[in-house]
C-alpha cells in the first residue's frame, strides 16, 4: 500500500495581538491563487505534484471500495429519470422549461408556445458543453418581447461567468462576450440592454454595469459600485418588472438601490440607507413598495408597506407586524395577492394574503418533517403559485395552486425509475436537549424494517451558519445509505435558522461555539435513545458544515467513527484574517474580525479545526474533498488539514481527494457529480462496517 504523502515543512511564523503561531503547511497556498481561479495550469509545480499525490494516494487507500462506488453510482443513477423535464412555466407567449436527454449530463433549455406547439430549443447544454472539463450554467434570462436571450456559463469551476447573447430567431450569436460576472442578467425594458454583475480580481461582487447591444463591453456605463469590501452585490427584478433592486449586504446590514428598468439610462435611488443591524429587502406591486425586515427590532422579521413615491423608512407602515417564534422568510407579489414563507419551530408553510388583509390562509402538511417551497410563477397578473412539497421519504411534488378557489393540482411527482415505496421507510423528529437547555430539532429517516437497537450505523449532517435552513427535503440518494441499514440524521442546530432568527443568532460570532456543542449533543441524544453508539456515527457536512464537523470532532474525537468534510472551511483563523481573500471581509460579521478585535481572534482560535488538533490522540477516519478552483473555500484548506491531522493526531486514516478541474460544488456534470456522491457514500460506509451489505430493495 502506498505510504501517505508527507508534505514538507516550511517555517511560517504567524503574529497577531502579541501571539505568535506556526503554521508550516502554509506553503501549500499559491501566491498566484488569482490567476490559478481563471488559469488552473498557473498552479506552482509542487503544491500541483503534491494534490496529485495525495489523490493517488486516496485512491490506493480506497481501492477496495472501487466496486461499491460503482454500486451506488449505478444506484443513484437508477432512481433518476434521465430525460426528466421541469414543469413548463407560463411568461407571456411562451411556457419555459428545463429537460434532460437520456445520458445527458447538462440541461437543455427549451421553450414552448403556450397554447400548445413544437418545442424550441433555446441552449443546449450537452452540445456546448461538450469536451470541457467543467461547464456550468448560470443565469438565462429572455428580454421583454422574447426574442432575445442572454445566458452566462462558466468553464472553469470558479464562478466566473461569461455572458453572451442569442437571437433567438435564429440561434444567431451575438459578438457581445462580458467575462467575469456573476452570472446574473436583467434586461432593460428596451429589448437591447441589460444589466449585470461584474466581479474583481479577488471574485468580489462589486459593479453594476449596464451593456447595450453591439457596443464594446469597455464602455458599459457603470450604473453602482460597492467600495465596502464587506459588501455582497446583486441584482433581482421585482415582481411587477418594473424595477431593477440592487441588493448591498451581507449577514447583519442591507441596503436596496432601485433603478426603473423602462429608465436603463438613469441613476439608481437609495429605499433606506444602510443601518447596521437591519436587514431589509424590497418588492413592488400595484404603485407600492412592500419591505421585508427586521427593523424596530423585528428580529423574526415584518413586513411593511411604503409608497412608490418615496420608500424611504420613514414612510414604512407594518403591513405584518413582528410576532416573536414566527420566522418570515421572504414574500412575493401578485397582482392581487401578497404570499410569504414562514417557519415557526422549524416546520415551514406558505401564507396567502389579499393586500387588504380580507383573505388569508396557510398551506401545510402534517407530516413529522417535510420541505415547503414557493416556486413562484412566471406571471404578476395571476391567481396561481406553484410550490414544491417533500419529505426525506416522499419524493418531491409539484403542484399548481389556485389561491382564489384554494385548490391544488398536481403537476408532477419527482420519478423514481428503480421503484419506491414512501410506507417502507421512517420519518422521525427528535429533540435532542442541548446542554444549555435548548431543544435541538433531529430528523431522522430509516427504513421501517431497522428498529433501533443501540447500534444502528448513523451518518448525521448539519450545516449551522449564516442563517442556512437544511430543509427536510427528499434525498433519493441518501436511500443508498438507509437501504443499507444505516440511519441519515439531520441536525437543525444553531447557526441556522430552522426555529427562526434567532437560532441564528445564538450560532454566530461570540456563540459559535453553540454550533459544534450542538451537533455533538444531537449526537449524544441518539445514543441515549438506543438507536446507535459512540463510534457508529458519521459525521458528514460541507463548506461551513465542514468547519462544524472539524470542530465538533476535536471536541469529542472518540464521538465519531468517520467524518466527511465535503470543500470544509476549515482554517477559519488564517482565512479570516486574510483581508485579500474572496470572502473574509464579508464574513467578518459572521465570525468577527479577528485582525482588529482581539476577542474575535481569542474566540475563532479557541475553535478553528486546524489550530485544535489534539496532539497524539486517537481520531476517526476522516475524507476531505476539495476543489482546485473554488473561490469560496480555496484549496490549500482542506490539503493543510490533512496534513496537520497525519503530523499530530493518531488514527485516521485521512484521505484528501482533490478535484482538480473544478470548484465549490464539484462537478456539474449530472453523473460525475453522482460519482463524487458516491465516492463519499461509499467511505461512510466502509466506516460504518456497511461495505459489504447489500441493500434492502424491498418495496
Keep these: 500500500m502506498t505510504d501517505a504523502p508527507k508534505p514538507k515543512k516550511v517555517p511560517h511564523a504567524i503574529t497577531q495581538h502579541g501571539e505568535e503561531r506556526q503554521d508550516p503547511y502554509a506553503w501549500m497556498r499559491d501566491d498566484n491563487w488569482q490567476e490559478v481561479l481563471r488559469d488552473p495550469t498557473l498552479l506552482r509545480d509542487d503544491v500541483r505534484e503534491h494534490l496529485e499525490a495525495e489523490n493517488a494516494y486516496y485512491e490506493d487507500r480506497t481501492k477496495h471500495l472501487e466496486a461499491l462506488r460503482a454500486a451506488l453510482f449505478e444506484e443513484m443513477r437508477g432512481r433518476i429519470k434521465e430525460n426528466d423535464s421541469s414543469v413548463p412555466m407560463k411568461d407571456g407567449p411562451y411556457a419555459y422549461y428545463n429537460r434532460f436527454r ?18 424550441e430549443v433555446l441552449l443546449d447544454g450537452d452540445r456546448e458543453g461538450e469536451g470541457e472539463d467543467f461547464f456550468s450554467i448560470g443565469g438565462v434570462d429572455v428580454s421583454w418581447d422574447h426574442k432575445l436571450m442572454a445566458y452566462a456559463v462558466d468553464r472553469l469551476g470558479s464562478e466566473y461567468y461569461d455572458i453572451r447573447v442569442r437571437d433567438l430567431s435564429g440561434e444567431k450569436e451575438f459578438g ?40 464594446d463591453t469597455s464602455q458599459d456605463r457603470l450604473v453602482n459600485e460597492e467600495e465596502d469590501d464587506g459588501m ?28 426603473r428598468l423602462d429608465d436603463p439610462a438613469g441613476e439608481p435611488s437609495v429605499v433606506e440607507p444602510r443601518q447596521p443591524g437591519v436587514l431589509y429587502d424590497v418588492d413592488h406591486a400595484n404603485g407600492e413598495f412592500f419591505i421585508h425586515t427586521n427593523a424596530d427590532d423585528a428580529t423574526d422579521f415584518k413586513v411593511a408597506r411604503a409608497p412608490e413615491s418615496d420608500p424611504s423608512k420613514a414612510n414604512w407602515q407594518d403591513w405584518l407586524p413582528h ?3 414566527t420566522y418570515v422568510a421572504g414574500i412575493v407579489l401578485f397582482k392581487g395577492w401578497i404570499v410569504r414563507e414562514e417557519r415557526e419551530d422549524a416546520r415551514p408553510r406558505i401564507v396567502v394574503s389579499r393586500y387588504d388583509h380580507s383573505e388569508e390562509h396557510a ?12 416556486m413562484g410563477w412566471g406571471e404578476f397578473e395571476t391567481d396561481v403559485i406553484r410550490f414544491a412539497y417533500e419529505s426525506p421519504n416522499q419524493p418531491a411534488q409539484v403542484f399548481d395552486y389556485d389561491m382564489k378557489a384554494r385548490t391544488r393540482e ?39 424494517n431497522v428498529e433501533p437497537n443501540g447500534d444502528l450505523p448513523v451518518v448525521l449532517y448539519g450545516y449551522g451558519a449564516y442563517g442556512i435552513y437544511v430543509d427536510d427535503d427528499f434525498s433519493s440518494h441518501v436511500l443508498s445509505l438507509v437501504d443499507r441499514g444505516a440511519v441519515f440524521a439531520v441536525a437543525h442546530i444553531r447557526g441556522g435558522s430552522a426555529k427562526g432568527r434567532p437560532w441564528y443568532l445564538a450560532g454566530k460570532l461570540d456563540k459559535k461555539e453553540n454550533t459544534f456543542r450542538d451537533f455533538n449533543d444531537a449526537a449524544e441524544a441518539l445514543i441515549e435513545r438506543g438507536i446507535t453508539k459512540r463510534g457508529r456515527i458519521v459525521a458528514y457536512g460541507g463548506s461551513a458544515g465542514g468547519l462544524l464537523v472539524g470542530a465538533a470532532m476535536n471536541l469529542d474525537p472518540g464521538l465519531y467513527g468517520g467524518v466527511i ?23 467578518w460579521e459572521e465570525w468577527g474580525d479577528p485582525i482588529t478585535d482581539k476577542a474575535a481572534y481569542e474566540t475563532i482560535k479557541a475553535y478553528s479545526p486546524y489550530d485544535n488538533i489534539r496532539p497524539g490522540e486517537t481520531y476517526p477516519q476522516v475524507l476531505a474533498t476539495g476543489g482546485l478552483t473554488d473561490y469560496r473555500v480555496t484549496y490549500w484548506e482542506p490539503a493543510k488539514w490533512v496534513a496537520r491531522l497525519r503530523e499530530k493526531a493518531s488514527g485516521g486514516p485521512f484521505l484528501l481527494r482533490m478535484n482538480m478541474t473544478a470548484g465549490h460544488g464539484g462537478s456539474a456534470a449530472r453523473f460525475e457529480r453522482l460519482k463524487e456522491r458516491a465516492a463519499d457514500y461509499a467511505f461512510a460506509l466502509d466506516v460504518l462496517g456497511l461495505a459489504e451489505a447489500e441493500p434492502d430493495r424491498g418495496i
Excluded at 425509475?417 to 429517516?445: C, F, K, M, Q
Design 232 to 259: 455582497f452585490l446583486s441584482i433581482s427584478e421585482t415582481s411587477s418588472d418594473v424595477y431593477l433592486v440592487i441588493s448591498i449586504g451581507n449577514g447583519n446590514t442591507s441596503e436596496e438601490r432601485i433603478l
Design 102 to 119: 437520456e445520458g445527458g449530463q447538462y440541461p437543455v433549455i427549451c421553450r414552448k408556445p403556450a397554447g400548445g406547439g413544437e418545442e
Design 176 to 215: 457581445d462576450l462580458i467575462p467575469s460576472t456573476d452570472g446574473s442578467v436583467v434586461w432593460a425594458k428596451d429589448d437591447k440592454s441589460f444589466f449585470y454583475v461584474e466581479r474583481d480580481d479577488n471574485q468580489r461582487p462589486k459593479r453594476v454595469k449596464h451593456h447595450v447591444l453591439g457596443t
Design 363 to 374: 398551506l401545510t402538511f402534517e407530516q413529522e418533517a417535510y420541505a415547503l417551497s414557493l
Design 323 to 325: 410576532r416573536p417564534g
Design 410 to 448: 398536481l403537476c408532477k411527482t419527482q420519478a423514481i425509475p428503480s421503484g419506491h415505496n414512501t410506507g417502507a421507510y421512517v420519518v422521525e423528529r427528535i429533540e435532542a436537549r442541548a446542554r444549555d437547555g435548548e431543544e435541538v430539532p433531529v430528523v431522522l429517516v430509516r427504513r421501517k
Design 565 to 587: 468534510g465535503a470543500v470544509p472551511f476549515i482554517d477559519v483563523l488564517s482565512t479570516i484574517s486574510d483581508a485579500d481573500l474572496p470572502l473574509t471581509p464579508p464574513e
